[in-house]
């Protein structure tokens, strides 16, 4: 038996048929769509990358992007300033900064800059600690999606035991929030945990978020577990190609879990879908509109 394929780019797909309805209805209500603001700077082309992506799908669910590009030598107060202007802007509900910034920016000051309200990568200190109380928050997308697709497989997760490996802001630690929050049993591991392969092989659920290709294998899985795989890793083949593999060692994993999502495919898409969502749930908000429901 090998495990079932969770299949992130159909969810994902559906995800944003959804968000393009409601964000329709929105724009016949509120009598504007949904906006979300972009701010790219420097020329990193991954960043590059994932803005143009980012922006691409705004425009797909018929919601309204401003992007704004600026120099790698932007300062400090120049970019806290464009913040301030989109924090203003009432055609603009969701404000993303995409990371890394340049050295001479302070990212945790532009961070804290932004309004708690618009803040749809869900970074802000004030969306952080909501989270961390259990009360309701915008969350980072990536973790989200995550959640979205083990809830899918899964339905509840009271009481699962769920390893989370990896403990970045981004990624690790809004992840096992979350799942505190579904009342999963809930292990954090990162670079100076001991015996990781003895603790993921106690887990019903194990997420894989570090960065390093294909390290936990398959003889670390517990059979019929499910595995959900956030690393994105490029490697060149002997044929010297570049594949992208994940943090799991999917062509083991997959001979004894359960259920496992694949790289690319999986993970990946859940994470834009996710920002549509989040900048369709501050529109409502900002505007005195009832939450869409469903989502
Ligand atoms: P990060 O580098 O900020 O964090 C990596 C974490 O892994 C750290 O907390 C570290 O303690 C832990 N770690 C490192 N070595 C380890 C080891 N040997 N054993 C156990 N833990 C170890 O990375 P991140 O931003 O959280 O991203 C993790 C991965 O997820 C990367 O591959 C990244 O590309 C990918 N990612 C994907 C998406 C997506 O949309 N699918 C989004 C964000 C990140």
Not at 43 to 60: L, N, Q
Not at 131 to 149: H, I, K, R
Not at 157 to 174: E, M, Q, T, Y
Request: hydrophobic residues 45%; contains cysteine.
């Amino acid at each position: 038996m090998t495990a079932r394929r969770i299949d992130g780019k159909a969810a994902a797909a559906e995800l944003r048929e959804r968000v393009a309805r409601s964000a329709a209805e929105f724009e016949r209500r509120a009598g504007r769509p949904p906006g979300l603001a972009t701010v790219l700077v420097g020329e990193d082309p991954a960043s590059a990358v994932y803005v143009r992506m980012k922006g691409k799908a705004t425009a797909e669910a018929g919601m309204a992007g401003f992007a704004h590009h600026l120099p790698d030598t932007v300062s400090q107060a120049e970019l806290l300033e464009l913040v301030e202007e989109l924090n203003r802007d009432e055609r603009v509900d969701g404000i993303l900064v995409q990371l890394p910034l340049p050295a001479q920016v302070d990212s945790a000051r532009v961070i804290a800059a932004l309004d708690p309200a618009k803040d749809v990568d869900g970074f802000h200190p004030i969306n952080v600690g909501r989270l961390a109380a259990g009360l309701d928050a915008l969350v980072p997308c990536t973790p989200l999606g995550c959640l979205y697709l083990l809830k899918a497989e899964l339905g509840s997760l009271a009481g699962l035991d769920s390893v989370v490996i990896g403990r970045s802001n981004i990624v690790g630690k809004p992840m096992a929030a979350l799942l505190v929050a579904e009342s999963a049993t809930v292990t954090i591991a990162h670079s100076k945990s001991r015996d990781l392969p003895e603790i993921v092989r106690r887990a019903d659920v194990v997420i894989a978020a570090v960065g390093r290709p294909e390290m936990v294998r398959g003889e670390w899985i517990k059979p019929g577990a499910t595995v959900i795989d956030v690393g994105i890793n490029r490697i060149s083949s002997a044929d010297g190609k570049v594949r992208l593999v994940g943090d799991v060692a999917f062509d083991e994993a997959v001979q004894v879990a359960g259920a496992i999502t694949p790289v690319p495919g999986g993970v990946g898409p859940m994470t834009i879908a996710m920002l549509l969502r989040n900048t369709l749930v501050t529109a409502h908000r900002r505007a005195g509109l009832p939450e869409p429901e469903g989502f």
